[in-house]
């Protein structure tokens, strides 16, 4: 019989020492899986599960409507519509220069500039969008959402877009929308904006952004791998703006455009008892939906660079010698300072000499014996140089600001400015040099330095007619919610008060309806048949022409940036006005034969609308 060891014993004891080995290693092994999970779950489980949240949910705004803009009559004027945006998450592309060239064969973007934004945005907001293509046709949305699913990290957002109507109408006042500044993001009243919203820039998108604007929503949405939307978890609901009613009547502004079309100019029409601006247009103009859509840089510099300075609201910025029509500021002056007897007969035989220089009067051979209301019918220079002299450039320049020029009227939606009244002390402070008497007697006829807006021109006119009254112009009716609630509503706002002696202005008021209404008035263009106007032309030189030049020169053959500006100011009825006119049209020429038949047109318009 042969020996052998006992085996089994040995394997048993190196087996048991194994097995108490991996006893040992799979405890630790469940430790370490224990001490993380605890780790994951309890130290850290707060964190992990927002960033899980975040991986299958997606936080969207919801941006509100803009407020709508309406006309007095409740013409909406400027509304909203859907615009489509293409955009891309940098976080979920897979290959961007394949990505690009996908969209590239879909829709027409700038490639260079969207794979530059895309690789700024991934280093430093990947999981926000970059909108690389604003207002997708029908066509170019039809084939990025057929193709959608094959492009990873591709979106499309649908935003509301601001749409005006009627393009280029009241452009000035109502005024257009721009990307947000940074300066305006550190501002209180836009604290509702973010980083590339379109806010109010000018105008009455401006001065009311505030209630435009609305509040802005939110959305929680779970969507699956490739981007898509799944379902809403949560929704807050966008607040519309508040809506914005004007004061002006669509069918008399779209009228004044017309009447300025292919003319660079303003016309201006007021309420005389109220302040309520009824129309309001600037030419040339410009189109606000080509800012909602987002200017570039070309389209820009073309606006800046046009030399008929579309962006400029004339009625309220552009500065202007008032020509004749400061011959009314003379009238008032020297008959409140007592300087002018209204009977008082004065020869003009068409020129005065002072000092040895002529002074010549616009008709040549003058006017005859001519008296106070002769000479604001027919405009007689040669009276109002005279009249000029005897009152003083110093009195003058008192009672044009005591009658509202040289200052702002208050009507904020834009640039205003304040026009120019000049006395002897702006003289010596502004150019080092005293005062000339040749320089009183231009200032009379409303040349020289005197400059003034037609927003200025329109409110004289209309206080001398309501009683000396000088009320803030205003363009807003009203503003209100979707919920009827009234936020404003327009008040009448007095600014100040002549305080001249009625019989003064009532012997003014006689001769500015004798210039439309008598024979040889110079706005007779302008009378109606069944309404008494009243009213005042002006022709305002923009370069002075030597006499044998003036007279030798027919104004077509002068250059365009020398004729002289056409002025109109006027009222209707005389008797209890309902309407007061401003009407410039630059380089018109005279004031009588260009500007009045446009008054005629606008008056007609508004009477046979108001009182059928």
Same mark, same amino acid.
């Given at each position: 019989?042969?020996?052998?060891?006992?085996?089994?014993?040995?394997?048993?004891?190196?087996?048991?020492?194994?097995?108490?080995?991996?006893?040992?290693?799979?405890?630790?092994?469940?430790?370490?899986?224990?001490?993380?999970?605890?780790?994951?779950?309890?130290?850290?489980?707060?964190?992990?599960?927002?960033?899980?949240?975040?991986?299958?949910?997606?936080?969207?705004?919801?941006?509100?409507?803009?407020?709508?803009?309406?006309?007095?009559?409740?013409?909406?004027? !400027?509304?909203?519509?859907?615009?489509?945006?293409?955009?891309?998450?940098?976080?979920?592309?897979?290959?961007?220069?394949?990505?690009?060239?996908?969209?590239?064969?879909? %829709?027409?973007?700038?490639?260079?500039?969207?794979?530059? #934004?895309?690789?700024?945005?991934?280093?430093?907001?990947?999981?926000?969008?970059?909108?690389?293509?604003?207002?997708?046709?029908?066509?170019?949305?039809?084939?990025?959402?057929?193709?959608?699913?094959?492009?990873?990290?591709? +979106?499309?957002?649908?935003?509301?877009? #601001?749409?005006?109507?009627?393009?280029?109408?009241?452009?000035?006042?109502?005024?257009?929308?721009?990307?947000?500044?940074?300066?305006?993001?550190?501002?209180?009243?836009?604290?509702?904006?973010?980083?590339?919203?379109? %806010?109010?820039?000018?105008?009455?998108?401006? *001065?009311?952004?505030?209630?435009?604007?609305? !509040?802005?929503?939110?959305?929680?949405?779970?969507?699956?791998?490739?981007?898509?939307?799944?379902?809403?978890?949560?929704? *807050? @609901?966008?607040?519309?703006?508040?809506?914005?009613?004007?004061?002006?009547?669509?069918?008399?502004?779209?009228?004044?455009?017309?009447?300025?079309?292919?003319?660079?100019?303003?016309?201006?029409?007021?309420?005389?008892?109220?302040?309520?601006?009824?129309?309001?247009?600037?030419?040339?103009?410009?189109?606000?939906?080509?800012?909602?859509?987002?200017?570039?840089? *070309?389209?820009?510099?073309?606006?800046?660079?046009?030399?008929?300075?579309?962006?400029?609201?004339?009625?309220?910025?552009?500065?202007?010698?008032?020509?004749?029509?400061?011959?009314?500021? +003379?009238?008032?002056?020297?008959?409140? @300072?007592?300087?002018?007897?209204?009977?008082?007969?004065?020869?003009?035989?068409?020129?005065?000499?002072?000092?040895?220089?002529?002074?010549?009067?616009?008709?040549?051979?003058?006017?005859?014996?001519?008296?106070?209301?002769?000479?604001?019918?027919?405009?007689?220079?040669?009276?109002?140089?005279?009249?000029?002299?005897?009152?003083? +450039?110093?009195?003058?320049?008192?009672?044009?600001?005591?009658?509202?020029?040289?200052?702002?009227?208050?009507?904020?939606?834009?640039?205003?400015?304040?026009?120019?009244?000049?006395?002897?002390?702006?003289?010596?402070?502004?150019?080092?040099?005293?005062?000339?008497?040749?320089?009183?007697?231009?200032?009379?006829?409303?040349?020289?330095?005197?400059?003034?807006?037609?927003?200025?021109?329109?409110?004289?006119?209309?206080?001398?007619?309501?009683?000396? +009254?000088?009320?803030?112009?205003?363009?807003?009716?009203?503003?209100?919610?979707?919920?009827?609630?009234?936020?404003?509503?327009?008040?009448?706002?007095?600014?100040? &008060?002549?305080?001249?002696?009625?019989?003064?202005?009532?012997?003014?008021?006689?001769?500015?309806?004798?210039?439309?209404?008598?024979? &040889?008035?110079?706005?007779?263009?302008?009378?109606?048949?069944?309404?008494?106007?009243?009213?005042?032309?002006?022709?305002?030189?923009?370069?002075?022409?030597?006499?044998?030049?003036?007279?030798?020169?027919?104004? #077509?053959?002068?250059?365009?940036?020398?004729?002289?500006?056409?002025?109109?100011?006027?009222?209707?009825?005389?008797?209890?006005?309902?309407?007061?006119?401003?009407?410039? !049209?630059?380089?018109?020429?005279?004031?009588?034969?260009?500007?009045?038949?446009?008054?005629?047109?606008?008056?007609?318009?508004?009477?046979?609308?108001?009182?059928?």
């Amino acid at each position: 019989m042969v020996w052998r060891p006992d085996f089994d014993t040995i394997e048993t004891e190196v087996y048991q020492k194994r097995l108490t080995r991996l006893t040992y290693l799979v405890l630790i092994v469940f430790g370490v899986l224990l001490v993380r999970l605890w780790f994951l779950q309890i130290i850290n489980g707060a964190r992990y599960r927002i960033q899980s949240e975040n991986n299958r949910i997606d936080l969207r705004d919801v941006l509100p409507f803009r407020g709508l803009v309406f006309d007095r009559n409740g013409q909406l004027l !400027v509304d909203n519509r859907p615009s489509f945006i293409l955009g891309v998450i940098p976080e979920d592309i897979r290959e961007l220069d394949g990505l690009i060239g996908d969209l590239c064969r879909l %829709v027409e973007i700038d490639s260079l500039s969207a794979k530059r #934004r895309t690789k700024e945005a991934l280093k430093r907001d990947p999981f926000n969008p970059v909108y690389i293509k604003k207002d997708l046709t029908r066509d170019e949305l039809a084939r990025i959402e057929t193709n959608i699913l094959s492009m990873p990290g591709v +979106i499309i957002e649908a935003k509301p877009k #601001r749409h005006y109507l009627y393009s280029t109408l009241a452009a000035h006042l109502i005024g257009y929308l721009g990307e947000i500044d940074r300066e305006q993001l550190n501002r209180e009243e836009y604290r509702e904006n973010k980083p590339g919203d379109f %806010v109010g820039k000018f105008g009455i998108e401006k *001065k009311w952004q505030k209630y435009l604007n609305g !509040v802005r929503g939110g959305q929680q949405v779970e969507i699956d791998a490739t981007g898509r939307r799944l379902r809403v978890l949560y929704q *807050k @609901e966008a607040e519309p703006g508040s809506n914005i009613y004007l004061t002006i009547d669509k069918d008399l502004q779209m009228l004044a455009e017309k009447a300025l079309y292919d003319k660079a100019g303003a016309i201006v029409a007021m309420k005389p008892g109220s302040g309520e601006i009824l129309a309001m247009a600037s030419s040339p103009a410009f189109d606000p939906n080509d800012f909602a859509k987002g200017m570039d840089k *070309k389209g820009w510099q073309r606006l800046v660079s046009n030399p008929y300075f579309p962006l400029q609201n004339r009625v309220i910025s552009g500065q202007y010698p008032p020509g004749s029509l400061f011959k009314v500021v +003379i009238a008032l002056a020297g008959l409140q @300072e007592g300087v002018i007897d209204p009977n008082e007969k004065i020869f003009c035989g068409g020129s005065y000499s002072l000092k040895g220089r002529e002074y010549r009067d616009w008709k040549k051979g003058g006017h005859g014996y001519v008296d106070l209301h002769r000479a604001l019918v027919e405009s007689c220079d040669i009276y109002f140089y005279k009249m000029g002299q005897k009152i003083g +450039i110093d009195t003058i320049a008192r009672y044009a600001k005591r009658l509202g020029f040289n200052c702002k009227t208050g009507l904020q939606i834009g640039d205003e400015k304040p026009g120019l009244i000049p006395d002897k002390a702006w003289k010596l402070r502004r150019w080092n040099a005293p005062w000339e008497q040749g320089e009183t007697l231009s200032v009379a006829v409303g040349q020289s330095f005197t400059l003034t807006t037609p927003i200025q021109i329109v409110r004289f006119m209309s206080a001398l007619f309501n009683g000396g +009254i000088l009320f803030r112009p205003q363009v807003t009716n009203w503003i209100g919610r979707r919920n009827k609630e009234t936020i404003f509503e327009f008040k009448p706002d007095v600014a100040g &008060h002549w305080g001249l002696k009625k019989e003064n202005m009532e012997l003014v008021k006689r001769a500015l309806i004798g210039v439309v209404n008598e024979l &040889h008035g110079t706005g007779k263009r302008a009378k109606l048949d069944k309404i008494r106007v009243a009213g005042k032309t002006g022709t305002a030189q923009v370069i002075a022409l030597p006499q044998e030049e003036e007279e030798s020169v027919q104004e #077509r053959e002068i250059p365009y940036k020398f004729r002289d500006h056409a002025w109109f100011m006027a009222v209707a009825p005389a008797e209890n006005p309902e309407i007061a006119l401003a009407i410039l !049209v630059e380089h018109g020429g005279m004031g009588g034969v260009v500007a009045a038949p446009i008054a005629k047109d606008m008056f007609e318009s508004y009477f046979n609308k108001v009182k059928p």
